[in-house]
T-cell receptor
């Protein structure tokens, strides 16, 4: 149980294009999803917290106009990297927790990640 | 600022030995504690969760929690080369939805 699917797993595109990454909870309803970015040999960096039906909460220093997050349903959140540039190249990972009842004991379940390379 | 501290390593142990990974946290209100394993180039996967003081065992893994000392650890018995990975300690505070992650400890199990 608690499977999170992330798509695509690998993207290579030209500078200036926009890239959309999807994160789906396959067997549970995820009222909250999280988006992380991880550079090589560095730790996870939380970018934003996304609640179903409301605007995402971005961490300090993350440009909300560049990293558009939509969480329109209980099983799907998307991250769009707009006008991507080489410095946006990174490993992007989503995670989710179930939202009903007490969440304090619930782990975050991670998708497999998307490796983004901007040429 | 809520912090989770881990020794970054690298930690090397011989195959068959016990690997001990440690984590301290600053928020006394923390209620939930998790250990994740992350292989190079992959996303984190959940290994253990622990919520109350004491030990919790699952196969070769034992998580230990001491809330008074704000300390959580992970023991891996009979370490295998396939255990070589980065281990992330994660803590959730009383009212937070998101986990706070440590920077991870890189473990290498030598054949």
């Amino acid at each position: 149980g608690a499977v999170v699917s992330q798509h695509p797993s690998w993207v290579i595109c030209k500078s200036g294009t926009s890239v959309k990454i999807e994160c789906r909870s396959l067997d549970f309803q995820a009222t909250t999803m999280f988006w992380y970015r991880q550079f090589p040999k560095q730790s996870l960096m939380l970018m934003a917290t996304s609640n179903e039906g409301s605007k995402a909460t971005y961490e300090q220093g993350v440009e909300k106009d560049k990293f558009l997050i939509n969480h329109a349903s209980l099983t799907l959140s998307t991250l769009t990297v707009t006008s991507a540039h080489p410095e946006d190249s990174s490993f992007y990972i989503c995670s989710a927790i179930t939202g009903t009842g007490a969440y304090s004991n619930q782990p975050q379940h991670f998708g497999d990640g998307t490796r983004l390379s901007i040429l | 600022q809520k912090e989770v501290e881990q020794n970054s390593g690298p930690l090397s142990v011989p195959e068959g030995a016990i690997a001990s990974l440690n984590c301290t946290y600053s928020d006394r209100g923390s209620q939930s504690f998790f250990w994740y394993r992350q292989y190079s180039g992959k996303s984190p996967e959940l290994i253990m969760s622990i919520y109350s003081n004491g030990d919790k065992e699952d196969g070769r893994f034992t998580a230990q929690l001491n809330k008074a000392s704000q300390y959580v650890s992970l023991l891996i018995r009979d370490s295998q080369p396939s255990d070589s990975a980065t281990y992330l300690c994660a803590v959730r505070g009383g009212s937070a939805r998101q986990l706070t992650f440590g920077s991870g400890t890189q473990l290498t199990v030598l054949p």
